[in-house]
């Protein structure tokens, strides 16, 4: 086996606010970053909430002498927002959307028109085959009465199950981005446990950061420091993950985070704080093997659900269609009346009719498209659910081998026993 | 080379036209589908059109002994209709929905309400590791005029991305389904090219079925024939796709298609013909990939990659103008919408009644909506669009790096996959 020196590979990943017209200090604070990029003599920047292409060419002309390679992964009616600069070539990119990501009549929340997804780039970095994969989740608006999280488990479901189908010849997986769920959270458990990634946080020799890690937090000024108080003053929602291969090891020598305000600088990069991991790539001979364990049970139960009300919706959505279509045969019918009447003539109250006329009309429209949009939530759910399904029934079947071979074996054991004794 | 017994695997692929209310005999042709399906044992049945989840339900029932592993891939408002039955266990399984199928609008072909996608399923066939693929791509209305093409190579693209990324583990690939494309079309040659799958009417030793493999044909009386004009015969749009590994060499021994009507039986099966295939499997110590590639090959991939690309920069232009015109049709309602509220207002002589006035804003709201909803469509289509070109330049500015390093090192073996391999101190020298 020949050796070589291992290879250092820095990431970072930062949420960039970049809603133009609403973040505040947009435009000034992608000059910032860019400024950030060419200093922090990267291999590859994770970039979410980039929202308008805008801003990507911005940093694509800022950054391209450091990083002449770059991707703006597009999806959705303005997203992904998700953008990569790499010092290093891209041999190939690939996206994945997912199937829920919130309601489109959710205009306040507005993750819908964001199209979420997670994005994929292959880099080749002295034959190291490098799976660098980008992404974001939906918001978790309220916690305790959380009405996003089936969509925001089947993302992190689909999240899993791409990583793991595409990743199979990898020698490093690098997933960097926003998840928008805490660290033990249903989601974070169900990723880390089936893909087997490892969190730079808690793998880092060296960590240089806000107190436990926080990406999100109260000391930065253009956060909603209301909503940080239940949780001591800033939350971690950030992540860069990690895994090697059988034939590389990959240790996180340090991680930093930015800590809120800037010094020298009048702003934040952004309201969520930058991430900043160094890897190590060491080649080695030991087999990697990853571990599954069961959150899919709990997983599971949340989809379901999540099922059980997108049906109550639809059919809400069906019957309120119905009743429209039965006021409007019924305005028809009454409207006919005169035309039928003989005798005393009476004012046809015009108004009325075309009044009613519309609101059936309009409640006919707005459910049909309710309940096209219900129904593909369904399906998704129900997806969802029989791959859920599928991997249980996968990990029982081994569950059982395990145990008849290990009952097998002590059977093999005791005889031998008993014959060594005879 | 082995010397043992090849495994063998029998595929079998149907586009079951199963449109409850709307296709014929639709009860009556998934009974004998399902009868098919228990005589033969295949190992996998890859089945498209099974819109309805009870005819899924119904056929999953009467093949609970032959079949016991199936899956439902569920997408859209009514999709994905893609259903997959076999004889060995199903480990694992992922959808991906295409990102352009049709318009909503267009309700007389209804292909986007149909949530169009590819399903992977890994089945466990004799200890080796078989990534099977079904997929139903948007289909082909008008050959002459095909206002659907930027999205049908869109989805061809799609396909051979998924397929490429999640085919790396694989010891053998099987790709089947209603590709809705005939075979030197450019999503075809795009499919072929940049995975290494080999078609196995073009690769079977023998072939029993319909003439030059036809899936539908004028004999069939489900077919309507002006579809097939100017195709007299018939075309051939339904594929088996192959490709093997390095640990496993695939061989197509033999691959028949149905011919229409069906013996003893008053009605084909589907207004498609059914491909059964059927492979040899050999355990393979041939280090090198087969289905190796050269300087041509990687020319051919950048080829077709450039006549895709210019497809969808077409498609683009296309989209667009719809936008623009979404826009217009926005900026006219809102317009419009300004005429009855100032007559409603103004103290004007005109005496135009409220509910003429009242219609005009109801129109107005209408039409404003409909833009709306239309500038929400066709933007999304953009970013597609948009996004794949973007993918189809960097694995042209991919293929030329590899071409020029192909050149200057003499031919050498390259796959299908997206992955640059060159000799490094890295890796470990065998």
Same mark, same amino acid.
Request: glycine share 8%.
């Given at each position: 086996?020949?050796?070589?020196?291992?290879?250092?590979? #820095?990431?970072?990943?930062?949420?960039?606010?970049?809603?133009?017209?609403?973040?505040?200090?947009?435009?000034? #604070?992608?000059?910032?970053?860019?400024?950030?990029?060419?200093?922090?003599?990267?291999?590859?920047?994770?970039?979410?909430?980039?929202?308008?292409?805008?801003?990507?060419?911005?940093?694509?002309?800022?950054?391209?002498?450091?990083?002449?390679?770059?991707?703006?992964?597009?999806?959705?009616?303005?997203?992904?927002?998700?953008?990569?600069?790499?010092?290093?070539?891209?041999?190939?990119?690939?996206?994945?959307?997912?199937?829920?990501?919130?309601?489109?009549?959710?205009?306040?929340?507005?993750?819908?028109?964001?199209?979420?997804?997670?994005?994929?780039?292959?880099?080749?970095?002295?034959?190291?085959?490098?799976?660098?994969?980008?992404?974001?989740?939906?918001?978790?608006?309220?916690?305790?009465?959380?009405?996003?999280?089936?969509? #925001?488990?089947?993302?992190?479901?689909?999240? *899993?199950?791409?990583?793991?189908?595409?990743?199979?010849?990898?020698?490093?997986?690098?997933?960097?981005?926003?998840?928008?769920?805490?660290?033990?959270?249903?989601?974070?458990?169900?990723?880390?446990?089936?893909?087997?990634?490892?969190?730079?946080?808690?793998?880092?020799?060296?960590?240089?950061?806000?107190?436990?890690?926080?990406?999100?937090?109260?000391?930065?000024?253009?956060?909603?420091?209301?909503?940080?108080?239940?949780?001591?003053?800033?939350?971690?929602?950030?992540?860069?993950?990690?895994?090697?291969?059988?034939?590389?090891?990959?240790?996180?020598?340090?991680?930093?985070?930015?800590?809120?305000?800037? !010094?020298?600088?009048?702003?934040?990069?952004?309201?969520?704080?930058?991430?900043?991991?160094?890897?190590?790539?060491?080649?080695?001979?030991?087999?990697?093997?990853?571990?599954?364990?069961?959150?899919?049970?709990?997983?599971?139960?949340?989809?379901?659900?999540?099922?059980?009300?997108?049906?109550?919706?639809?059919?809400?959505?069906?019957?309120?269609?119905?009743?429209?279509?039965?006021?409007?045969?019924?305005?028809?019918?009454?409207?006919?009346? !005169?035309?039928?009447?003989?005798?005393?003539?009476?004012?046809?109250?015009?108004?009325?009719?075309?009044?009613?006329?519309?609101?059936?009309?309009?409640?006919?429209?707005?459910?049909?498209?309710?309940?096209?949009?219900?129904?593909?939530?369904?399906?998704?759910? *129900?997806?969802?659910?029989?791959?859920?399904?599928?991997?249980?029934?996968?990990?029982?079947?081994?569950?059982?081998?395990?145990?008849?071979?290990?009952?097998?074996?002590?059977?093999?054991?005791?005889?031998?026993?008993?014959?060594?004794?005879? | 080379?082995?010397?043992?017994?090849?495994?063998?695997?029998?595929?079998?692929?149907?586009?079951?036209?199963?449109?409850?209310?709307?296709?014929?005999?639709?009860?009556?042709?998934?009974?004998?589908?399902?009868?098919?399906?228990?005589?033969?044992?295949?190992?996998?049945?890859?089945?498209?059109?099974?819109?309805?989840?009870?005819?899924?339900?119904?056929?999953?029932?009467?093949?609970?002994?032959?079949?016991?592993?199936?899956?439902?891939?569920?997408?859209?408002?009514?999709?994905?209709?893609?259903?997959?039955?076999?004889?060995?266990?199903?480990?694992?399984?992922?959808?991906?929905?295409?990102?352009?199928?049709?318009?909503?609008?267009?309700?007389?072909?209804?292909?986007?309400?149909?949530?169009?996608?590819?399903?992977?399923?890994?089945?466990?066939?004799?200890?080796?590791?078989?990534?099977?693929?079904?997929?139903?791509?948007?289909?082909?209305?008008?050959?002459?005029?095909?206002?659907?093409?930027?999205?049908?190579?869109?989805?061809?693209?799609?396909?051979?991305?998924?397929?490429?990324?999640?085919?790396?583990?694989?010891?053998?690939?099987?790709?089947?389904?209603?590709?809705?494309?005939?075979?030197q079309?450019?999503?075809n040659r795009l499919l072929r090219s940049h995975t290494g799958l080999r078609d196995?009417?073009t690769?079977?030793?023998?072939?029993?079925?319909?003439?030059?493999?036809?899936?539908?044909?004028?004999?069939?009386?489900?077919?309507?024939?002006?579809?097939?004009?100017?195709?007299?015969?018939?075309?051939?749009?339904?594929?088996?796709?192959?490709?093997?590994?390095?640990?496993?060499?695939?061989?197509?021994?033999?691959?028949?298609?149905?011919?229409?009507?069906?013996?003893?039986?008053?009605?084909?099966?589907?207004?498609?013909?059914?491909?059964?295939? @059927?492979?040899?499997?050999?355990?393979? @110590?041939?280090?090198r990939q087969r289905g190796s590639s050269d300087t041509l090959a990687v020319s051919e991939q950048m080829e077709v990659v450039a006549e895709?690309?210019?497809?969808?920069?077409?498609?683009?232009?296309?989209?667009?103008?719809?936008?623009?015109?979404?826009?217009?049709?926005?900026?006219?309602?809102?317009?419009?919408?300004?005429?009855?509220?100032?007559?409603?207002?103004?103290?004007?002589?005109?005496?135009?009644?409220?509910?003429?006035?009242?219609?005009?804003?109801?129109?107005?709201?209408?039409?404003?909506?409909?833009?709306?909803?239309?500038?929400?469509?066709?933007?999304?289509?953009?970013?597609?669009?948009? @996004?794949?070109?973007?993918?189809?330049?960097?694995t042209s500015?991919d293929l030329q790096t590899k071409l020029t390093g192909c050149q200057l090192s003499g031919s050498s073996s390259l796959d299908g996959s997206?992955?640059i391999q060159?000799?490094?101190?890295?890796?470990?020298?065998?």
């Amino acid at each position: 086996m020949t050796t070589s020196a291992p290879i250092r590979f #820095r990431v970072l990943s930062l949420n960039c606010w970049g809603i133009r017209y609403l973040s505040k200090n947009c435009k000034e #604070r992608f000059v910032l970053i860019g400024d950030l990029l060419n200093q922090e003599q990267l291999d590859i920047a994770l970039l979410q909430e980039v929202w308008c292409e805008k801003d990507f060419l911005f940093l694509k002309k800022k950054l391209s002498s450091i990083y002449p390679y770059s991707h703006y992964f597009k999806s959705g009616f303005i997203g992904s927002g998700l953008a990569v600069f790499s010092r290093h070539q891209f041999h190939d990119a690939f996206l994945y959307r997912y199937s829920l990501n919130g309601y489109p009549y959710m205009a306040q929340h507005g993750d819908w028109f964001g199209g979420k997804a997670v994005g994929k780039v292959l880099l080749n970095i002295n034959g190291l085959k490098i799976h660098v994969f980008v992404t974001h989740l939906h918001a978790e608006y309220c916690r305790e009465k959380d009405s996003y999280l089936p969509h #925001r488990v089947v993302q992190a479901w689909e999240l *899993q199950q791409f990583i793991r189908h595409t990743s199979a010849a990898a020698d490093v997986v690098i997933l960097g981005g926003d998840l928008n769920m805490h660290p033990d959270d249903l989601g974070t458990r169900l990723l880390r446990n089936y893909t087997g990634l490892q969190d730079s946080f808690s793998e880092a020799a060296n960590f240089d950061g806000c107190e436990e890690g926080h990406t999100h937090i109260s000391e930065n000024p253009f956060t909603n420091t209301d909503n940080l108080v239940p949780f001591g003053g800033g939350i971690r929602i950030d992540y860069i993950l990690f895994k090697g291969s059988g034939e590389v090891d990959v240790s996180c020598e340090s991680l930093s985070t930015t800590k809120g305000p800037v !010094p020298g600088h009048p702003f934040p990069y952004s309201d969520h704080e930058a991430l900043t991991a160094e890897f190590l790539f060491t080649p080695t001979t030991k087999g990697n093997r990853c571990s599954e364990r069961q959150s899919v049970n709990e997983a599971r139960t949340e989809v379901k659900v999540g099922l059980h009300c997108a049906e109550r919706m639809r059919h809400t959505a069906a019957r309120t269609g119905i009743m429209g279509l039965v006021l409007l045969v019924l305005e028809l019918a009454i409207a006919a009346v !005169p035309l039928f009447a003989l005798g005393a003539e009476q004012p046809f109250p015009k108004a009325s009719f075309y009044l009613l006329g519309a609101l059936c009309f309009a409640i006919l429209l707005s459910t049909l498209l309710l309940y096209i949009f219900y129904s593909m939530e369904v399906k998704a759910l *129900q997806g969802t659910e029989d791959q859920m399904r599928l991997a249980l029934s996968k990990s029982l079947v081994t569950y059982s081998i395990l145990t008849v071979t290990a009952v097998h074996l002590v059977d093999i054991r005791t005889s031998s026993v008993f014959e060594n004794e005879i | 080379m082995a010397t043992e017994r090849p495994s063998r695997l029998r595929v079998f692929s149907l586009n079951c036209w199963g449109i409850r209310f709307f296709s014929q005999l639709c009860t009556q042709r998934y009974e004998m589908i399902g009868e098919l399906l228990c005589q033969e044992q295949h190992d996998i049945a890859l089945l498209q059109e099974v819109w309805s989840e009870r005819d899924f339900l119904f056929l999953k029932r009467k093949l609970s002994s032959s079949h016991p592993y199936t899956h439902y891939f569920k997408s859209g408002v009514i999709g994905s209709g893609l259903a997959v039955f076999s004889r060995h266990r199903i480990q694992d399984a992922l959808l991906y929905q295409y990102s352009l199928n049709g318009y909503p609008y267009m309700l007389r072909h209804g292909d986007w309400f149909g949530g169009k996608a590819v399903g992977l399923v890994i089945v466990d066939v004799s200890g080796l590791k078989a990534h099977v693929y079904v997929t139903h791509l948007h289909a082909e209305y008008s050959r002459a005029q095909d206002e659907y093409l930027s999205h049908r190579t869109v989805q061809s693209w799609e396909l051979l991305q998924f397929v490429r990324h999640t085919s790396c583990g694989a010891d053998l690939v099987v790709l089947g389904g209603d590709l809705n494309m005939h075979p030197q079309d450019l999503g075809n040659r795009l499919l072929r090219s940049h995975t290494g799958l080999r078609d196995c009417y073009t690769e079977t030793d023998t072939f029993d079925g319909c003439e030059d493999g036809h899936t539908l044909i004028a004999d069939n009386h489900f077919t309507k024939k002006q579809d097939l004009v100017p195709f007299e015969k018939g075309i051939r749009i339904d594929y088996i796709l192959m490709k093997g590994s390095q640990r496993v060499t695939m061989k197509c021994e033999s691959l028949s298609t149905t011919k229409g009507p069906v013996a003893d039986k008053p009605f084909p099966y589907s207004d498609h013909e059914a491909l059964t295939a @059927e492979f040899a499997l050999l355990h393979s @110590e041939d280090s090198r990939q087969r289905g190796s590639s050269d300087t041509l090959a990687v020319s051919e991939q950048m080829e077709v990659v450039a006549e895709a690309r210019a497809l969808v920069k077409e498609g683009l232009c296309q989209t667009e103008a719809l936008r623009d015109k979404a826009m217009h049709l926005m900026f006219g309602a809102l317009l419009l919408l300004l005429l009855p509220l100032a007559m409603a207002f103004l103290p004007c002589s005109c005496s135009c009644s409220f509910s003429t006035l009242g219609l005009l804003g109801a129109v107005c709201m209408v039409l404003l909506l409909s833009g709306a909803l239309l500038y929400l469509l066709f933007t999304t289509h953009i970013k597609v669009l948009k @996004e794949t070109e973007d993918q189809m330049m960097l694995t042209s500015n991919d293929l030329q790096t590899k071409l020029t390093g192909c050149q200057l090192s003499g031919s050498s073996s390259l796959d299908g996959s997206p992955e640059i391999q060159p000799l490094s101190p890295f890796k470990r020298e065998e």
